[in-house]
């Protein structure tokens, strides 16, 4: 071999150990900030999961009909309803859910429920649960949810005063 070859030779050793030598400093100081770089990754899913639930929660509009044999005021139906939500979600939850009548067609005996998105669920078994209005029985059927009160309204058939 000649001296080319054998320059050649040695450089290409020398780039082989320092590459060797690269590799492990730098697996030494992935496990010697290995608890850095974990903790860094839990906090950012800590902080990941505090901007989830510190958004804006978003409302629903629940269109329901009452069936009875009479027409209720918008007042007793907002208080049965009232009433369920406090048994069934507690004062606290009956707060953060948010459910409020928004409006109630007596004659038509159709309403709008506005709750938060959270409480969709909550809000149409409670609307399920509800039996009576003062003594006389009623059910109260859940027709269409909506995003929107428009949508609700205009599916409702039934004008905002």
């Known amino acids: 071999m000649d001296t080319?070859?054998?320059?050649?030779?040695?450089?290409?050793?020398?780039?082989?150990?320092?590459?060797?030598?690269?590799?492990?400093?730098i697996m030494r100081i992935k496990r010697r900030f290995s608890y850095l770089l974990s903790a860094i990754s839990v906090n950012s899913k800590?902080?990941?999961?505090?901007?989830?639930?510190?958004?804006?929660?978003?409302?629903?509009?629940?269109?329901?009909?009452?069936?009875s044999g009479k027409n209720h005021s918008e007042?007793?139906?907002?208080?049965?309803?009232?009433?369920?939500?406090?048994?069934?979600l507690g004062q606290t939850g009956l707060v953060d859910s948010g459910i409020h009548l928004v409006i109630y067609d007596v004659d038509r005996r159709i309403g709008v429920l506005r709750v938060k998105n959270t409480y969709k669920y909550q809000a149409l078994a409670i609307l399920g649960m509800v039996r009576s209005i003062g003594d006389e029985r009623v059910r109260l059927i859940p027709l269409y949810t909506s995003g929107t009160l428009k949508?609700?309204?205009?599916?409702a058939g039934v004008r905002k005063k």
């Open 4 to 25: 080319a070859g054998i320059a050649a030779l040695i450089i290409a050793v020398a780039a082989l150990l320092t590459s060797i030598y690269a590799l492990f400093t």
């Open 46 to 67: 800590i902080i990941e999961s505090i901007r989830e639930t510190a958004k804006k929660p978003r409302k629903r509009y629940i269109v329901f009909e009452v069936q």
């Open 75 to 88: 007042k007793e139906v907002a208080k049965a309803i009232i009433d369920e939500a406090r048994e069934v």
């Open 151 to 155: 949508k609700a309204l205009k599916r």
